[in-house]
């Protein structure tokens, strides 16, 4: 009677670790083929991006063929050209862009200053103001403003776009820097205010050095959005302050058979933008949120 | 005595409140530049677009122009163009958010656990929120959509489906797949940052106590989640109600008046006619519209953004 016992206790054992064990390679194989899953999934989301720049490198030959050339001979042909051609829409959208984030910058951060760490009276209301601008859709200030620079003589000048994308910013940087002065500890403030500094004296030796990478942050996501906006350029520019969106309109239609040209372009109208976002990726979620999520 | 202290007492509440006064006046000085800024550029046209709505006025007639009353929005309530722009800007909106949600939440509780080459993933993953929406039409419309040379297309073939003209006959489906492609990883930023704020304990202590990953899911991330959730869509409708460029560059609003927004259409009575006084009215329903919608959104963003580190500020 006991040997048998003696038999099945170590075989009861063995099927118990082996089952937990059996678990185990279940558990890592579940997550082996999550993680495949994921990337699948993710490359599938960066596939268009790829076969963007990818099709930059092609002959327009190798560009719109049946079925589609996975492999060919590279070249920088479209990229140069694309370049050349996108020459004046590209520094007129660095002027602008960068203009523009300079005034975004110098007016947002005494707001924000006046909303969090000496805040006035209605900070709140203020602060709601900003936002509720955000949501008002342009659909619904273009007309005046289409009229207004056309008589001033604005339209298609650097200016209009400088002013208009100042203005578009404005309330996402007041809300981000806000969020990053109030992470600055207050003691250091008091006592630079006990010191007697003046306003600026705080702003230029006490508060922008503390908060340099979230102004850099800001800039970053007023530069993506000022960048990459369309619907003013279109309507507002034509040749002389044409950014590069416009650029990309003329691929639109007549120029949308030469493949490798388009995606030369596509893709160097993307670059500045992709560079900042992937530069400021772990800033990036608090800029869309306005400092909401950090 | 109790008279002269009760004066006393008053000029000292009344020295204070003149204090808080000239402080508050101080205080305002560095806010004023970025107030200004902002009424006259965002505030100012848009009272003059009611104005012009008021108006018959059209640029390439400026000598006709006259006040014309409410005679803009009569026009616009019988126009059934204007109509199915108001519907399709509903369905590209909502479809779009909604969609990009489910997709952003899938890809944020992937992408929360550990996987091999997370950072990498993470790069690839935000990157079509970056692309240019102007460029992105123009990749989707030619390389992968086209009838004939397009990706989607050459795939399916594969598989022994027939070519489809995919812009022409799912003109909308298109337009909604190209802004979900750009709006997901958005979404997947908010969710896995609010996947990441979930305290670590708390799951294992939920773990320990048995519970499996499926309850957890439903009794404590996704409750978690949920302000994150509404934050995504409120953000997310808020850029996709303006949605233009793709519609611009892909199917110029068609066909027909399949994938005219709002936006589209304004553009056109305005660029296209120069009818400024019925674009006008357009803008101004537009904006009465969003101010319905922007209330709630305004609410529940206010709810995230509580008076915290404000303490002591004051």
Redesign the interface.
Known sequence: MSAPTLMRTPRAAGTGTRTARSRMRLGSLR?AA??L???V???L??F??L??AL?GFKQESDA?????HFIFRPTLTQYSSALSKAGPFLTHSVIITLVATLVVLA??L??A?????????KWRD???????????????????????A?ELHLLDTLIVLI??Y??LN??IA?WMLRSFL??VP?GILEAARVDGAS?LRQLRSVIMPLITPGMAATALICF?FA??E??LA??LTTSNAAT??VY??S??TGE?QF?AH??AG??L??LP??I???LA?DQ??RG??M???? | MAVLANRRGDTAAEWARARDRRRNRRRRIPLLPALLFTIVVTQIPFVLTIWYSLQSYNLYHPLTRHFAGLHNYTLLFTDAIFRTALVNTVILTLVPVLLSLLLGLGIALLLDRKVFGRGVLRTLIISPFLVMPAAAALVWKFTLLDTEFGMLNYVLSLFGVHHTDWINNYSKGTIITVLTWQWTPFMVLILLAGLQSQPADVLEAARVDGAGGWQIFRRMTLPHLRQYMELGIVLGAIYLVQAFDAIFMITSGGPGQQTTNAPYYLYEVAFRSFDIGRASAMGVVVVVITIVVATFALRTISGLFSDEGMEGRL
């Open positions: 997550s999550l993680g899953l994921t990337w999934v993710v490359l989301f960066f268009p991006v076969w963007m099709t719109a063929t049946t079925p589609p007016l947002a005494p707001a200053y006046a909303l969090s760490v000496a805040p006035v009276r203020v602060l709601f103001f900003f936002i509720s601008t955000k949501m008002l859709p342009v659909a619904g200030a273009i007309i005046p403003i289409y009229v207004i056309r002013i208009l100042a203005s404005l309330p007041v109030l992470e207050m306003f993506i960048w990459n369309f619907f279109v309507n590069v969106p990309l309109v691929f639109q949308g493949w388009l995606c596509a893709t109208a993307c933008v992709l900042a976002g992937w990726q990036l979620v869309l949120t400092g909401a999520v950090k």
